[in-house]
T-cell receptor, first 114, second 115 residues
Framework: AQSVAQPEDQVNVAEGNPLTVKCTYSVSGNPYLFWYVQYPNRGLQFLLKYITGDNLVKGSYGFEAEFNKSQTSFHLKKPSALVSDSALYFCAPLRAGGYNKLIFGAGTRLAVHP | GAGVSQSPRYKVAKRGQDVALRCDPISGHVSLFWYQQALGQGPEFLTYFQNEAQLDKSGLPSDRFFAERPEGSVSTLKIQRTQQEDSAVYLC?????????????FGPGTRLTVT
């Protein structure tokens, strides 16, 4: 069965500090991996994706993610957190060759404190 | 430019009523998806269209759920005889092509409450 795990329900970070939101996945074949962010009462916004190539992917708003095939992980990172980064973050793998279904976990709530 | 829009944004239905939720994807987008997001959960896939063809409906929870996209643009998700467990946010997303490398753009969702 295909699945995704975000082991932390919530991550608390002080503004200006680096942040990491963890994600591991279980998908057959070579996965395509996405990160989305959800602000209250708004739809999901695309942050970044890994398709192939360089394991370090850079995305919107200063976020980046590192693909690690051996550990089946795709952790989201940012060097310096902002209060405005506080939101719900979803890692979503998509099985290559499938009908483009994104597989979502329950997400990780990021709280950045001033 | 205009993003994905959904209407209504909020819908309250009495148990047993039928509802219809509308999605207007980004113009020209080939792929359209419906997801269901229960409170405190991540979105779960319901169904997928490529143009007007419904290629995957494996996520529809029961035969009370029906989706269509007759002209390959606007889509409607219909739920018949609503039940309390249908209460959720219904998200629509569209993507440029049928290729899986392209990201999906999500609408704001319709929050359905069944009383």
């Amino acid at each position: 069965a295909q699945s995704v795990a975000q082991p932390e329900d919530q991550v608390n970070v002080a503004e200006g500090n680096p942040l990491t939101v963890k994600c591991t996945y279980s998908v057959s074949g070579n996965p395509y991996l996405f990160w989305y962010v959800q602000y209250p009462n708004r739809g999901l916004q695309f942050l970044l994706k890994y398709i192939t190539g360089d394991n370090l992917v850079k995305g919107s708003y200063g976020f980046e993610a590192e693909f690690n095939k051996s550990q089946t992980s795709f952790h989201l990172k940012k060097p310096s957190a902002l209060v405005s980064d506080s939101a719900l973050y979803f890692c979503a793998p998509l099985r290559a060759g499938g009908y483009n279904k994104l597989i979502f976990g329950a997400g990780t709530r990021l709280a950045v404190h001033p | 430019g205009a993003g994905v829009s959904q209407s209504p944004r909020y819908k309250v239905a009495k148990r047993g009523q039928d509802v219809a939720l509308r999605c207007d994807p980004i113009s020209g987008h080939v792929s359209l998806f419906w997801y269901q997001q229960a409170l405190g959960q991540g979105p779960e896939f319901l169904t997928y269209f490529q143009n007007e063809a419904q290629l995957d409906k494996s996520g529809l929870p029961s035969d009370r759920f029906f989706a269509e996209r007759p002209e390959g643009s606007v889509s409607t998700l219909k739920i018949q005889r609503t039940q309390q467990e249908d209460s959720a946010v219904y998200l629509c997303a569209s993507s440029t092509t049928g290729t899986s490398t392209h990201e999906q753009y999500f609408g704001p969702g319709t929050r359905l409450t069944v009383t």
